[in-house]
Nanobody, 127 residues
């Protein structure tokens, strides 16, 4: 089970923090991350982290602006989003999948391949 918190509306250049609390499995064998969905557009894998190795992946536009981190003891993954742009707007879903490939592969695969999804949280960036 994945429970998200955070999100909201900010102006361009602002910051938003997202959290995803996971339960029900041994997270050491999972990769967790965030995907973004915008109506009418393809879903995008934004950032993911391996709970065992700590390896990370960032979508190209997120590189240098977003930071993903984890707290294994709390079973929680965080996404710190800085210098937000209007194109970052969307519903952000926390996702989880067994750690069977590279973080980049896991973060960019098809939606149906994820084993768990959070409820989604809206992030809106507008003047």
């Amino acid at each position: 089970q994945l429970v998200e918190s955070g999100g909201g509306s900010v102006q361009p250049g602002g910051s938003v923090n997202l959290s995803c609390a996971a339960s029900g499995a041994d997270l050491e064998y999972y990769t967790l991350g965030w995907t973004r969905q915008v109506p009418g557009k393809e879903r995008v894998g934004v950032s993911c982290i391996s709970m065992s190795s700590g390896d990370t992946y960032y979508e190209e536009s997120a590189e240098g602006r977003f930071t993903i981190s984890k707290d294994n003891a709390k079973g929680t993954v965080y996404l710190k989003m800085d210098n937000l742009k209007p194109e970052d707007t969307g519903v952000y879903y926390c996702v989880a999948v067994t750690d069977w490939a590279t973080v980049e592969t896991l973060c960019t695969m098809e939606s149906y391949e994820y084993e768990a999804w959070g409820q989604g949280t809206q992030v809106t960036v507008s003047p």
